[in-house]
């Protein structure tokens, strides 16, 4: 049976085993995934998986409940529909139950078709991008992985709505490591023949040959370019924090719509179908692109049918099988490019990117940066436009172990990785140790606090597949470093 076959199956059974009055909904998947892992510069590791998911909600007699399954036939979904049922009979009574999505149309994706060679992908396919991540490295010790998705989906209710559809993605994610440095490069895209190993492996070999002999600084706020990767965190907790329907209603999110709450040069927009995505969430709501930050003012928040009911909202298309708990969050969000926000820099006026700059999004030539006043691969031209405006400040790849301490405020701490750099008169003259920031996110970005956005944004595997962060490399004004590498 097909996907749509499944679902159609399973909401005819509840309404066979629960009454006419129950209502379902049905998410049956297909998913394959493999990964191909690499650690000591060489593979470790290749794994793939091939299943089927069932995921059924229903609302019987008052009361709501969910239950999964991977057993498609009679008995196994049978088996399903009848411990749902069940489960549905010890909950407690949900009078804020949204109801059904009704029968809607589900929005034909603009991005390019689904692409078949990174859905039937090979292992020789992603070694061989391994293989040449490796090679580029150029001696240095190297870990990471390549990974390939495909999902085809489907979706069916006891209101009648049904949907379907197929996604794929692609990703790497590496780094070369000296002695006491590491460099790293990731990437995702839409399709695998646009990961290119060799130049992901060069730039991490560069940056960590650049990152060596770092000096310590000493804490305090500094001026900032921070590269995608760690724009990329930024966008990650503004989503799960912020732009989250189930935080907002019980008055956990800074979000305020309407208000003016970001720099003007900032745009957020989650647009799930900018790649190859599935076009409806898990409650069969049609996914769109949904602008929550339009040139500094915040528009929307990210609502499922609970959190939307409960706002007096429309559904956003952002349930998931988490968004009970964890509320419903954009996963596909995307800082856009000077250019494409129609915002230049808050600093000046908006600069074209320099010619040179490197295809899919990957990182390529210096831009003119230097350390030690040696020609060296630190920024790409995305990055060294804004560089050249920092009079003194600090380059920073990516920030990790990060975590919230205060989640109205957004206030979080974390760390500094794999490269830090002192800037100086436009000129990148040194690697420094890593530092311990503590910085409120809104605030980094708040009105007057960006200064420059990059006209290139690069994409970001998340540890899920199907979750990306897109982002230009950004020039913020100050970021607060609490504590430096001796405490």
Request: proline share 7%.
């Amino acid at each position: 049976m097909s996907e749509l076959e499944i679902a159609g199956q399973v909401v005819e059974l509840v309404r066979r085993l629960g009454g006419p009055d129950a209502q379902a909904e049905a998410v049956v998947t297909r998913a394959d995934l493999a990964l191909t892992r690499f650690a000591n510069s060489y593979i470790h590791q290749n794994v793939a998986e091939s299943g089927v998911g069932v995921r059924l909600r229903l609302h019987v007699d008052g009361r709501t409940a969910a239950g999964n399954g991977s057993v498609v036939s009679a008995e196994g979904l049978r088996a399903l529909v009848e411990r749902t049922l069940a489960a549905a009979r010890l909950c407690p009574p949900d009078p804020a139950w949204p109801g059904l999505t009704p029968p809607t149309p589900t929005p034909t994706p603009a991005a390019p078709a689904v692409d078949e060679a990174t859905a039937y992908a090979e292992p020789d396919e992603r070694a061989e991008r391994v293989r040449a991540f490796v090679a580029a490295a150029g001696g240095l010790e190297t870990a990471g992985y390549c990974r390939t998705a495909h999902r085809s989906s489907a979706f069916a209710n006891s209101a009648g709505h049904t949907a379907s559809g197929r996604a794929v993605e692609a990703a790497m994610d590496g780094i070369a490591r000296t002695g006491g440095s590491d460099g790293v490069a990731r990437l995702c895209a839409d399709r695998l023949a646009d990961l290119d190993g060799a130049a992901l492996g060069a730039r991490a070999a560069a940056r960590a040959r650049a990152a060596a002999d770092p000096v310590e600084l000493p804490p305090g706020r500094y001026e900032v370019v921070l590269e995608p990767a760690a724009v990329a965190d930024l966008l990650q907790n503004l989503s799960w924090y912020g732009f989250n329907g189930k935080r907002y209603a019980e008055r956990q999110s800074f979000a305020e719509p309407g208000a003016a709450q970001f720099d003007a040069a900032v745009t957020l927009v989650d647009d799930p179908l900018a790649g190859s995505g599935l076009p409806f969430d898990v409650e069969g709501t049609p996914r769109r692109a949904l602008t929550l930050v339009e040139a500094g003012t915040t528009r929307a928040v990210a609502h499922d049918r609970r959190s939307a009911a409960e706002d007096g909202a429309a559904p956003t298309g952002h349930a998931s099988p988490t968004a009970a708990t964890w509320g419903p969050m954009a996963r596909n969000l995307r800082l856009c490019p000077a250019a494409t926000a129609g915002a230049g820099t808050g600093g000046g006026p908006a600069t074209a990117t320099p010619s040179g700059a490197a295809s899919h999004g990957v990182p390529g030539a210096t831009g003119g940066a230097t350390v030690g006043g040696a020609p060296a691969e630190v920024v790409d031209a995305d990055t060294a436009a804004l560089v050249e405006r920092v009079r003194r400040g600090l380059l920073v790849s990516d920030l990790w172990y990060t975590r919230v301490l205060d989640p109205k405020s957004l206030v979080l701490t974390g760390l500094t990785r794999n490269g830090v750099w002192l800037v100086e008169d436009g000129v990148v003259t040194r690697a420094v140790r890593d530092l311990r920031f503590t910085e409120s996110y809104p605030r980094a970005l708040g009105p007057g606090a960006v200064l420059g956005v990059g006209r290139r944004a690069v994409r970001q595997p998340d540890r899920t597949e199907g979750v990306w962060w897109e982002a230009p490399p950004l020039r913020l004004a100050s970021w607060n470093f609490t504590g430096g590498a001796s405490g």
